[in-house]
């Protein structure tokens, strides 16, 4: 294991599940994902030779293994990207004008790369000299000072800045300029957020339960865990080089609750809470994500750690991505491909060798998640498992907020809860803590009233969208607006009785998880009836989520943007029992 493994220490009372197990009889169901794995063919020795070594303190790919790799594989052996944050190199690179960045490659493989690595993201294409910032927030929960802070930057750029709640329950801020960073990473600093090891080949956001800690129903609280991932993989925000050179991104969630709002079947390590002889722990499925040629949902790795485990299970995977991993073709590296290649059961070999005691138990049977579980909506008020307190879920329309939106909703925290929110994966946000005496002056606020709705349309409800390419110079689309326009003129047409999670993704990257929507839409450009090339989508249908998660298929290709809302309106009729609203008003 790396130098930066720690003890997973933390009171027991935010380790044990709740008794609420016990007090609804739900009980231990058997395990679905402790199939034995069929033996993988025997595996070349060499080809379990770790490709990296550690040079000067960070991991570097060996001289041995540089034929046909990737361009990114490139720029990383030519500068480590690290040095930007652990050396001060982003000091002296905010000196430096952008047009004499532009005049040298290797600054400007800084600015378009490597800063990646400090979670900016220059968007080079649409905002020339400006950069997207992507925070780390484990378990999406943050505080009104956080939240503060990040409107004052965002304030500066005026009409260019702005913030978006992301589907791995986290914030990303727009409009930020390379000269301000060192100063904004101090700021981030003081308020206890930090941007690093956000983007690129690095362990992103680790994703729990919303309303962790407050769930009546929830199997147990997912912010230690989340935490210690997070202080685990950046080593407490001060850089982690055991873990920054992946061969591709890698996600990671921790399920505390029935509902699987973490959607732990798209991500790379996913911790399913199972006990086993009377021990709580954690069932791991690995190897879930979304990429333009290939979508994969995780498989069981047949493991199942105690809950002080939590930490070297991850290390341990980590540690054998990184070795194993291969860095050709980037949309062959996620680490399913090397799941493929060694085999599950060959793949967990190279895990237990890097456990600390070489040693790896076998999946438990006793699941702890309900399967039959109804799936809640976080909308509205709801009571918290602390008596008289309650937690409010407010609407945020594909996630966009402005530098007001984020000083009143902190404002609001501290009014009416104690000064905490919570993002989700939906691109929402939760009020948590918030007492009986004061739901209703709560609801009665005018940004509840006028824009972030606690009670959103139905349609709305399940509306995500990624950046689109107002911002992003992947998306062929723009999606946001487009998004909520379609959503308005759908629901004027037809009639629902349950929400449709509705995802919209600016390209086939699929940050908006459209695969996961009961309907998607995937950017592209097509022809319209004349022939003329415009805007289109992709549309997928019958994703699902939860315990009998599937992804969804391709229901039409290369749709005009401008024929999107009939087709919408005939899906929803044929496949969701929408009624035709001229129908409705026929019946009446």
């Not at 025997?42 to 001289?63: C, H, Q, S, T, W």
């Not at 722990?281 to 290939?294: D, E, Q, T, Y």
């Not at 190279?350 to 076998?362: F, G, S, T």
């Not at 326009?485 to 990257?509: A, D, I, Y």
Request: aromatic letters at 8%.
């Amino acid at each position: 294991m790396s130098p930066f493994t720690v003890k997973f220490i933390t009171p027991n009372s935010l380790l044990n599940p709740t008794n609420h197990l016990s007090s609804t009889k739900l009980y231990a169901t058997p395990s679905q994902t402790a199939v034995p794995s069929p033996p993988p063919a025997e595996i070349a020795a060499d080809r379990l030779e770790p490709r990296v070594e550690k040079k000067g303190g960070f991991y570097v790919l060996k001289e041995k293994f540089r034929q046909g790799i990737n361009p990114h594989e490139k720029v990383k052996i030519a500068s480590e990207s690290m040095k930007l944050f652990m050396e001060n190199g982003i000091e002296d690179l905010a000196k430096i004008p952008f047009e004499e960045i532009d005049k040298v490659k290797d600054t400007k493989d800084d600015v378009d790369v490597r800063l990646k690595w400090l979670g900016l993201f220059h968007r080079r294409k649409h905002q020339y000299g400006r950069f997207m910032m992507r925070l780390k927030l484990p378990n999406g929960v943050t505080t009104s000072a956080q939240t503060r802070y990040l409107a004052s930057v965002i304030k500066q750029y005026g009409d260019l800045g702005c913030a978006d709640v992301t589907t791995r329950q986290n914030w990303q801020i727009r409009g930020v300029t390379l000269p301000d960073a060192p100063a904004i990473f101090k700021g981030l600093d003081e308020v206890g957020l930090t941007s690093l090891q956000s983007g690129m080949d690095n362990v992103r956001n680790p994703v729990g339960n919303p309303i962790a800690g407050i769930d009546p129903y929830e199997i147990v609280d997912t912010r230690p865990y989340t935490n210690l991932l997070s202080q685990f993989i950046t080593a407490n925000s001060r850089g982690n080089p055991e873990f920054t050179n992946l061969p591709r991104k890698w996600n990671v969630c921790v399920i505390g609750s029935h509902d699987l709002f973490e959607h732990p079947h798209i991500n790379d390590l996913a911790y399913m809470p199972a006990t086993k002889n009377g021990r709580f722990g954690f069932n791991l499925l690995v190897g879930g994500f979304f990429s333009p040629k290939r979508c994969e949902e995780a498989v069981p790795l047949d493991a199942w750690v105690p809950a002080e485990d939590v930490i070297p299970s991850c290390g341990a995977i980590l540690e054998t991505y990184r070795d194993l991993g291969t860095r050709g073709n980037r949309q062959k590296t996620r680490m399913m491909w090397l799941i493929d290649e060694l085999g599950v059961e060959g793949f967990r070999s190279e895990v237990v060798k890097r456990m600390p005691e070489q040693a790896l138990e076998r999946a438990s049977t006793e699941d702890l998640v309900d399967p039959k579980w109804e799936r809640r909506d976080l909308f509205g008020v709801h009571p918290q498992k602390q008596e008289g307190l309650n937690f409010v879920g407010i609407h945020i329309p594909v996630g966009r907020v402005q530098a007001d939106d984020m000083d009143e909703l902190a404002r609001l925290a501290d009014e009416y809860g104690s000064g905490e929110l919570r993002l989700t994966v939906e691109q929402n946000i939760i009020i948590p803590n918030v007492p009986n005496s004061k739901v209703k002056a709560l609801l009665d606020e005018p940004l509840l009233k006028e824009k972030f709705q606690p009670e959103p349309p139905i349609l709305m409800k399940g509306l995500v969208a990624c950046t689109g390419n107002q911002f992003c110079g992947q998306a062929i689309i723009e999606t946001k607006a487009r998004s909520l326009k379609v959503t308005e003129e759908v629901q004027r047409l037809v009639s629902v009785t349950r929400p449709v999670r509705m995802h919209w993704t600016g390209c086939p990257n699929t940050c908006a998880q459209v695969q996961v929507a009961d309907i998607g839409f995937m950017g592209c450009m097509t022809r319209d009836e004349n022939g003329k090339v415009v805007e289109g989508a992709d549309v997928f249908v019958g994703g699902r989520i939860g315990s009998d998660s599937h992804l969804g298929d391709i229901y039409k290709k290369a749709v005009p943007c401008k024929d999107l809302v009939p087709l919408v309106v005939e899906i929803l009729v044929d496949k969701f029992g929408a009624i035709p609203r001229e129908s409705e008003e026929g019946e009446e």
